[in-house]
C-alpha cells in the first residue's frame, strides 16, 4: 500500500494547527510590502500573475476605489468566451422552462391498457361487461367478436382481468405476454442503454475507457448517436468530455440539471477571470447571507427551484450588493427561489381563503385575476409559515441577539402572507390578497394598521432596514469576512454608524472598513482561513492556469466540502476558518494542490513554463506573492530534504501550505 508522502503529511499537520488569527494586534499596521498582498487577498480571490505590481502602481486607496465602482471597470474579455457555451445565463426563466424542463413522456398509447382502450374497440354496454361484469358476461361478448377484434381486446384487460375470461383465458395470457414484450422493446427503443447502441468493445470504452479511447469512440459515432451515448456515460468519464459534448448528454440525462450546472461553472469562471474581483466576492458573500439551497422543497415548489437560483443571484443579489441594504433586502424577500425555501409562498392567514370580502370568488385582487393565482386550496392545512419571518429577523438583518421576541416572529409572518408566487410556470412574485392576514400587527414595538395589505411586509421591511440592531449585525458579517473572524468591536461600531447615517449604503459601509487602521493592522493580516471555493479558485489564479472548462473544478469544490449552492439550512457556509479544517478536508486540499501543479485536472491546463527553471524560494515567493513563514519553510525543508525539488512537487506543497490556506 502506498503511504502519503512525509512532506504532505508535515504541512497537513501544521495547516491543522493554523489557529484564526496569524498573530498581531489590530492597532499595529501592516509593513508597506505587506498592505498590497492583504487588499488582493480580501477584495479579490487571491493574486493571479501581475496583480500585486498592479496595485502597488496604482495605489492601494485607488484601486480600493476603483472595485467599489465595478461599473467603471473594463470587463476580462476573456470571461465572456469562458461563459459564451453556457447559454442559460442568457436566457429568461420561461425560455430556460420550456426547452429544460420538457414534459414527461407520455404513456404508449398502442400499449396500454384499461377501460379507456376498452371503450374505443367496444359499444357501451357490451364494453361494460367486459370490464365490470361476470366471467360469463365477459366471455359472452368475447364470443360475438373475430379473431382480430378479439385479440384487440384480450390485448387491452388489464392483468387483473386476464385470468376471467373463460375458454379465452390461454389467449389472454398470451396477448398479455405480446404486449408487456412490445412495450418493454418500445421503452428501450425511446430509452437505449449502452448495449442498444455500441458492440461490446465499444461498451467497455464508454464505461472505462481513457480519454483518447473515449474521444475516439465519439468522433467514430453520428452526431446523434453521439450525444446519446454522452448522456449514457459513468460521473467518471463527464470529465474526459469536452463541454459541448458533456452539456448535450447532460441535456439527454437530465435536462433540468444543466441550468444548475451552468450556473455553478459560471461562479467559478467568474471568480477566476472577472476583472471585478470585489463584486464577486459580494456576490458570493450575500448569496450566502441570503443563502437559498437549490435542492430543498423541489417537488413542493414542482420542480422548479433549482432553475431559479441563477435568477436569484442575478436578480435579487448582484445588482444591489454595493447599493442600499433596504433594497437587497427587498428583492431577496420577493423573489420566488426565497418564497418557495422559506415556504412564505404558502403562508396564510387561518381560514383567510374562504371568508371575509377578501375571498378569492371575489373577484380580481390589484389587478391579479383569481385564476391565475395558486389555488388556495392546496394550501389551507398548512395555514401560517413563520419560517421566513423567523429567519428574516434571526439572519438577514438583526441576528440572534437582535432584541426580537417569539411574538414579533409570528406578527412579521402574518405581514408577510399572501407574498407568494403567481405560479410553477410562470415563476413571478404576486401578492394574493385571499392569503392575507388584514388584522392589527405589532412589530418590534411599531404598529401596522389592519387592512394594510401587501403594505404590511413592505413596512417590516423598513423597520428592519432601519434597525440599529441590523446596522451592527450586518457589519460584524462584514467585518468577519474582510477583516477576522473575530472583528474588533470599535470597527464595528463605526460601520454601524456609517449604515445608519447613509440609510444602509453598503458602498459606503465597506468604504469605512477598507479605508480604516483595522483592515491593515498586523491583528487582520492572513487571519482568515479560505473556504474550499476560495481555496481551489485562488490556486488557479496564483498559478496562472486556464480553466477552458470549470466542471471539474466544480466537483472538486464540492468533494472538499462545500456543494455550490447546496447549503441545505438558511444561515449559509460558515464564514470562519475552524469550520474548514477537519483532517479530511486538509488532506482533500492537498491533493487538490498536487493534481493542479502537476497538470491532472481536465479542462485546467497549467502554464508549466512559469515555474520551469526556478528554485523553491522563487516558486513559493511567486504563488504567494512573499516569503514563506517560518513554519511553512521549515515544513518545506524537512519535507523536500533528500528529494528532488522539482517545481511541480514544490508547487504542490506550496499550494497545499498554511500559508496559502490563509488569507
Known amino acids: 500500500m502506498l503511504s502519503t508522502p512525509r512532506p504532505i503529511v508535515l504541512?497537513?499537520?501544521?495547516?491543522?494547527?493554523?489557529?484564526?488569527?496569524?498573530?498581531?494586534?489590530?492597532?499595529?499596521?501592516?509593513?508597506?510590502?505587506?498592505?498590497?498582498?492583504?487588499?488582493?487577498?480580501?477584495?479579490?480571490?487571491?493574486?493571479?500573475?501581475?496583480?500585486?505590481?498592479?496595485?502597488?502602481?496604482?495605489?492601494i486607496a485607488k484601486w480600493i476605489e476603483m472595485q467599489l465602482h465595478p461599473a467603471d471597470i473594463a470587463e476580462n474579455p476573456a470571461l465572456e468566451a469562458k461563459l459564451k457555451p453556457l447559454e442559460t445565463l442568457r436566457?429568461?426563466?420561461?425560455?430556460?422552462?420550456?426547452?429544460?424542463?420538457?414534459?414527461?413522456?407520455?404513456?404508449?398509447?398502442?400499449?396500454?391498457?384499461?377501460?379507456?382502450?376498452?371503450?374505443?374497440?367496444?359499444?357501451?354496454?357490451?364494453?361494460?361487461?367486459?370490464?365490470?361484469?361476470?366471467?360469463?358476461?365477459?366471455?359472452?361478448?368475447?364470443?360475438?367478436?373475430?379473431?382480430?377484434?378479439?385479440?384487440?381486446?384480450?390485448?387491452a384487460l388489464t392483468p387483473n382481468l386476464r385470468p376471467f375470461t373463460g375458454e379465452f383465458k390461454q389467449e389472454a395470457e398470451e396477448a398479455g405476454k405480446a404486449i408487456d414484450a412490445e412495450r418493454q422493446k418500445e421503452a428501450r427503443r425511446r430509452n437505449p442503454q449502452l448495449p442498444d447502441l455500441l458492440n461490446p468493445d465499444q461498451v467497455l470504452i464508454a464505461r472505462s475507457g481513457n480519454r483518447e479511447q473515449l474521444a475516439g469512440l465519439l468522433a467514430y459515432l453520428e452526431p446523434e448517436k453521439r450525444a446519446v451515448v454522452a448522456g449514457l456515460l459513468p460521473p467518471q468519464s463527464l470529465v474526459l468530455l469536452p463541454e459541448e459534448l458533456r452539456r448535450a448528454g447532460q441535456f439527454q440525462r437530465a435536462p433540468r440539471q444543466v441550468a444548475s450546472e451552468d450556473l455553478k461553472e459560471a461562479k467559478v469562471l467568474r471568480a477566476i477571470y472577472s476583472n471585478r474581483q470585489l463584486e464577486e466576492v459580494l456576490v458570493d458573500f450575500w448569496y450566502n447571507h441570503f443563502n437559498v439551497d437549490q435542492g430543498k422543497n423541489l417537488q413542493r415548489a414542482q420542480n422548479l427551484e433549482h432553475l431559479l437560483i441563477g435568477a436569484?443571484?442575478?436578480?435579487?443579489?448582484?445588482?444591489?450588493?454595493?447599493?442600499?441594504?433596504?433594497?437587497?433586502?427587498?428583492?431577496?424577500?420577493?423573489?420566488?427561489?426565497?418564497?418557495?425555501?422559506?415556504?412564505?409562498?404558502?403562508?396564510?392567514?387561518?381560514?383567510?381563503?374562504?371568508?371575509?370580502?377578501?375571498?378569492?370568488?371575489?373577484?380580481n385582487f390589484n389587478g391579479v385575476p383569481n385564476s391565475i393565482i395558486p389555488s388556495p386550496l392546496?394550501?389551507?392545512?398548512?395555514?401560517?409559515?413563520?419560517?421566513?419571518?423567523?429567519?428574516?429577523?434571526?439572519?438577514?438583518?438583526?441576528?440572534?441577539?437582535?432584541?426580537?421576541?417569539?411574538?414579533?416572529?409570528?406578527?412579521?409572518?402574518?405581514?408577510?402572507?399572501?407574498?407568494?408566487?403567481?405560479?410553477?410556470?410562470?415563476?413571478?412574485?404576486?401578492?394574493?390578497?385571499?392569503?392575507?392576514?388584514?388584522g392589527e400587527k405589532t412589530v418590534l414595538g411599531h404598529k401596522i394598521a389592519a387592512g394594510g395589505g401587501e403594505g404590511d411586509g413592505l413596512a417590516v421591511i423598513e423597520i428592519l432596514a432601519h434597525h440599529p440592531s441590523t446596522a451592527k449585525f450586518i457589519s460584524y458579517e462584514l467585518a468577519q469576512r474582510f477583516v477576522a473572524d473575530d472583528p474588533p468591536p470599535a470597527l464595528v461600531e463605526r460601520m454601524s454608524q456609517t449604515f445608519l447615517k447613509t440609510d444602509g449604503d453598503l458602498r459606503a459601509v465597506m468604504h469605512t472598513m477598507f479605508t480604516s487602521p483595522e483592515f491593515l493592522s498586523e491583528g487582520?493580516?492572513?487571519?482568515?482561513?479560505?473556504?474550499?471555493?476560495?481555496?481551489?479558485?485562488?490556486?488557479?489564479?496564483?498559478?496562472?492556469?486556464?480553466?477552458?472548462?470549470?466542471?471539474?473544478?466544480?466537483?472538486?469544490?464540492?468533494?472538499?466540502?462545500q456543494?455550490?449552492?447546496?447549503?441545505?439550512?438558511?444561515?449559509?457556509?460558515?464564514?470562519?476558518?475552524?469550520?474548514?479544517?477537519?483532517?479530511?478536508?486538509?488532506?482533500?486540499?492537498?491533493?487538490?494542490?498536487?493534481?493542479?501543479?502537476?497538470?491532472?485536472?481536465?479542462?485546467?491546463?497549467?502554464?508549466?513554463a512559469r515555474l520551469a527553471g526556478k528554485n523553491g524560494e522563487a516558486i513559493t515567493h511567486d504563488l504567494l506573492g512573499r516569503d514563506a513563514s517560518p513554519e511553512t519553510q521549515m515544513a518545506l525543508e524537512k519535507g523536500l530534504a533528500g528529494k528532488e525539488a522539482n517545481p511541480p512537487f514544490v508547487a504542490s506543497l506550496v499550494l497545499g501550505s498554511p500559508d496559502f490556506q490563509r488569507r
Open 312 to 363: 436569484y443571484e442575478r436578480d435579487a443579489i448582484r445588482p444591489h450588493v454595493l447599493g442600499h441594504f433596504k433594497d437587497l433586502l427587498l428583492a431577496t424577500a420577493r423573489h420566488p427561489a426565497m418564497l418557495y425555501y422559506l415556504d412564505n409562498w404558502e403562508s396564510m392567514a387561518p381560514d383567510s381563503a374562504n371568508v371575509g370580502p377578501f375571498a378569492p370568488e371575489r373577484g
Open 91 to 155: 436566457m429568461t426563466m420561461p425560455e430556460i422552462v420550456a426547452k429544460y424542463t420538457p414534459p414527461a413522456p407520455g404513456m404508449m398509447m398502442a400499449f396500454q391498457v384499461g377501460p379507456f382502450q376498452i371503450n374505443q374497440l367496444l359499444p357501451r354496454d357490451e364494453a361494460q361487461k367486459v370490464l365490470n361484469g361476470s366471467t360469463e358476461e365477459r366471455v359472452a361478448v368475447l364470443k360475438t367478436l373475430d379473431a382480430d377484434k378479439r385479440r384487440e381486446v384480450l390485448r
Open 11 to 59: 504541512l497537513a499537520a501544521a495547516t491543522l494547527a493554523l489557529t484564526a488569527n496569524a498573530g498581531g494586534a489590530f492597532d499595529q499596521k501592516l509593513p508597506a510590502d505587506r498592505q498590497s498582498l492583504q487588499v488582493l487577498n480580501r477584495l479579490t480571490f487571491g493574486a493571479r500573475p501581475g496583480d500585486l505590481e498592479e496595485v502597488r502602481r496604482i495605489g
Open 524 to 561: 487582520a493580516w492572513e487571519s482568515k482561513v479560505k473556504s474550499p471555493f476560495e481555496m481551489v479558485v485562488s490556486a488557479v489564479r496564483a498559478t496562472g492556469a486556464d480553466a477552458s472548462d470549470a466542471f471539474t473544478l466544480v466537483q472538486k469544490i464540492a468533494d472538499l466540502g
Open 378 to 438: 392546496a394550501r389551507l392545512a398548512h395555514g401560517l409559515n413563520e419560517n421566513y419571518g423567523r429567519e428574516v429577523m434571526e439572519l438577514h438583518t438583526l441576528g440572534v441577539k437582535g432584541g426580537y421576541t417569539q411574538e414579533d416572529v409570528i406578527n412579521v409572518a402574518r405581514c408577510f402572507t399572501g407574498w407568494t408566487v403567481r405560479d410553477a410556470e410562470k415563476p413571478e412574485f404576486v401578492f394574493a390578497p385571499f392569503m392575507h392576514d388584514f
Open 563 to 608: 456543494p455550490l449552492y447546496a447549503k441545505i439550512e438558511p444561515n449559509g457556509y460558515p464564514n470562519t476558518g475552524a469550520a474548514w479544517l477537519s483532517t479530511t478536508g486538509v488532506m482533500g486540499r492537498m491533493n487538490f494542490s498536487a493534481a493542479l501543479a502537476f497538470d491532472m485536472l481536465p479542462g485546467v491546463k497549467l502554464d508549466s
